[in-house]
């Protein structure tokens, strides 16, 4: 559906910083005028970008990857994730967290949210501090409206602040569905990712290692400083054949982090497998936080040599298939082993914690 990628981020971000606050239909006169002030496009083209590249109110649910929706009163809208969508998770978030403050709930949000629109991401400058559009929709529920009835009927807020969050019967309702949704998606994503990985594996094996050198690696690590997830979202696009596709991978970073591991299980070096035509023995990578979060974490590259784990195939099945409790021992070994790495790309221990109940549970 996406044409011309660049065309779109621009006009997007010109609404975000010459408009104001309020849902209007992108092809009025005053919402083309926020676009034409500081790019030139004539109406014609922009009206043709909107519409090749809008989706229908009733798709919402299953094309997360749209920028614009067409709505129930045919006005075309950023396609942003909703406040219903947002609450339920909410809710989520504070029966796992009772106590917790709208703050610490935005981040624990953007950690485990699986519907994520690339509009999302895009910061809104036309608002009196910087945001981007979850921060203001959480903001929003949890502190400027909890009185309305949607909100109060599911949140208890504290008497004094910094305001607290617990949840009301009617909020555990949803949190239950939240929590059935999370557990599907992660397993059916931690089984696509354990195919892909088995198969990138077998395919080297065939093609040979190749690897990045200590001064590469290096540059790499300063360019993920840097890393905006939106300058590779077209690509994302272009490479998806279905809901379940991951972003790209590079498979020298595996092949490093094997030779690196010099070829021996990170879990325990005493796992031998076997010798391959490529690899004195087989070994299998692993992201620790699965590539299926990358929008969770847009300012972080995902695939990189800090997040590769050296697996052998037993430990491999075991974090992806094993019980919470099997997977725990796989999941704090690396840790253990590994945190220096994971913290120099932003992931303390607390952040782990959030990864593996919401990704391995």
Not at 21 to 36: A, C, I, N, T
Not at 118 to 131: E, G, R, W
Not at 202 to 221: C, D, R, V
Not at 228 to 246: I, K, P, Q, T, V
């Amino acid at each position: 559906m996406v044409s011309d990628y660049k065309t779109i981020i621009k006009i997007i971000e010109l609404i975000n910083r010459n408009g104001r606050q309020g849902p209007k239909d992108l092809l009025s006169e005053e919402v083309y005028g926020w676009v034409k002030k500081d790019f030139a496009i004539s109406r014609s083209a922009y009206e043709t970008i909107i519409k090749n590249n809008s989706i229908k109110e009733s798709e919402r649910l299953e094309n997360r990857d749209a920028f614009f929706v067409l709505d129930s009163r045919n006005r075309y809208q950023l396609f942003k994730s909703n406040e219903e969508e947002i609450r339920k998770y909410l809710c989520y978030i504070v029966r796992e967290n009772p106590g917790i403050t709208s703050a610490a709930a935005r981040i624990t949000f953007k950690q485990i949210y699986r519907d994520y629109t690339p509009v999302d991401l895009m910061i809104q400058q036309n608002l009196s501090s910087q945001q981007d559009v979850i921060d203001q929709t959480i903001r929003n529920i949890l502190v400027s409206n909890i009185t309305k009835q949607k909100n109060a009927e599911l949140f208890n807020q504290s008497l004094t602040k910094p305001f607290t969050y617990t949840l009301k019967p009617k909020g555990y309702e949803y949190a239950s569905e939240i929590e059935a949704k999370i557990h599907y998606l992660n397993n059916e994503d931690n089984k696509l990712e354990y195919k892909i990985e088995q198969e990138n594996t077998f395919q080297n094996n065939i093609k040979g290692i190749k690897t990045y050198s200590k001064e590469e690696l290096a540059k790499m690590h300063e360019e993920n400083k840097n890393f905006n997830m939106l300058e590779y979202y077209e690509e994302f696009l272009s490479s998806r054949g279905s809901r379940n596709a991951r972003f790209p991978t590079d498979d020298k970073i595996k092949n490093t982090r094997l030779e690196l591991e010099d070829f021996k299980c990170e879990v325990d070096s005493n796992h031998i497998t076997f010798k391959t035509t490529s690899l004195p023995n087989y070994l299998e990578g692993h992201h620790m936080i699965p590539m299926s979060a990358q929008k969770n974490f847009p300012n972080i590259k995902l695939d990189c040599i800090e997040n590769m784990v050296a697996l052998c195939p037993l430990c491999h099945a075991q974090i992806t298939y094993g019980t919470r409790e099997e997977k725990k021992k796989v999941f704090d070994a690396i840790v253990k082993k590994r945190i220096n790495d994971f913290e120099s790309i932003g992931f303390t221990e607390p952040i782990l914690k959030v990864i593996f109940d919401t990704y391995y549970k």
